[in-house]
């Protein structure tokens, strides 16, 4: 399994953009890249995934250079209420060959006012 | 749909006693997987199960066990509650096995004298 390195915690001020990078030098060749955010007192909640390039929705986007090794979440313009926990999961699902989804320690992102 | 819902929010057991953590999800998902959640240690997997009478290990499975007899319902069973597992417990759920979407449910924290 892939092992992730986050940052522990970053901070932020609202209407910026929050760039959260995450480490996985022995990715897999079936491994996506897949994050999370989680809010005081909830369960987590999926944000975004990719396997390489770029991917964008309408709450984030997510890079990943050609060597993969390393993914970065950005979100536009945070608000306080992006405050949370941010996760990295770098995997393969059960459902081919029987990977594992494992979480990490996560970054907390604080946005200030 | 109720998403994915769990029972109780809140527990207390003593050393010993045995207790089943309830899930069920009504959005006919193949996949479903438990996590604790402990301080500073993100999430980490229990057991998870690629559909109905399938289950399979996670990272931490000593002292947890699960059946699946049907889609909806995946029951964590503590067989006798040890102070470590004090924690908080997520069930998830994601509608195939290949799916990196999970759905989490809103935790049980549960509390081991």
């Known amino acids: 399994l892939a092992k992730t390195t986050q940052p522990i915690s970053m901070d932020s001020y609202e209407g910026q953009e929050v760039n959260i990078t995450c480490s996985h030098n022995?990715?897999?060749?079936?491994?996506?890249i897949t994050w999370y955010q989680q809010f005081p007192s909830q369960g987590p909640r999926f944000i975004i995934q990719g396997y390489k390039t770029k991917v964008t929705n309408e709450v984030a986007s997510l890079f990943i250079p050609a060597d993969r090794k390393s993914s970065t979440l950005s979100l536009p313009r945070v608000s306080l209420s992006d405050t949370a926990v941010y996760y990295c999961l770098v995997g393969d699902v059960p459902g081919n060959q029987g990977g594992k989804l494992i979480f990490g320690q996560g970054t907390e992102l604080s946005v200030k006012p | 749909n109720a998403g994915v819902t769990q029972t109780p929010k809140f527990q207390v057991l003593k050393t010993g006693q045995s207790m089943t953590l309830q899930c069920a999800q009504d959005m006919n998902h193949e996949y479903m997987s438990w996590y604790r959640q402990d301080p500073g240690m993100g999430l980490r997997l229990i057991h998870y199960s690629v559909g109905a009478g399938i289950t399979d290990q996670g990272e931490v499975p000593n002292g947890y066990n699960v059946s699946r007899s049907t889609t909806e319902d995946f029951p964590l069973r503590l067989l006798s509650a040890a102070p470590s597992q004090t924690s908080v417990y997520f069930c998830?759920?994601?509608?195939?096995?290949?799916?990196?979407?999970?759905?989490f449910g809103p935790g049980t924290r549960l509390t081991v004298t």
């Open positions: 998830a759920s994601s509608l195939r096995a290949d799916s990196y979407e999970q759905y």
């Open positions: 022995n990715i897999a060749t079936n491994d996506y």
